[in-house]
């Protein structure tokens, strides 16, 4: 498994205009200024059992 499908493994669990990343990625940002939401374990390619993904909130106005 690369680190390629790896991403795009994470990637397929979110909806459009979402953007997920794991628990590596959002502990990598600490020290920016992003916010990050919990969205739960997912079954990623290539990980044995679930792994937290997080939604990085990104948009300043709601969607609607």
């Given at each position: 498994?690369?680190?390629?499908?790896?991403?795009?493994?994470?990637?397929?669990?979110?909806?459009?205009?979402?953007?997920?990343?794991?628990?590596?990625?959002?502990?990598?940002c600490k020290s920016k200024r992003y916010t990050f939401a919990r969205k739960g374990a997912h079954q990623i390619t290539g990980f044995q059992g679930a792994i937290d993904l997080y939604e990085v909130l990104w948009r300043t106005e709601p969607v609607s």
């Open positions: 498994d690369t680190m390629a499908q790896t991403c795009e493994s994470i990637a397929s669990k979110a909806a459009f205009n979402e953007i997920f990343v794991s628990d590596v990625v959002r502990g990598a």
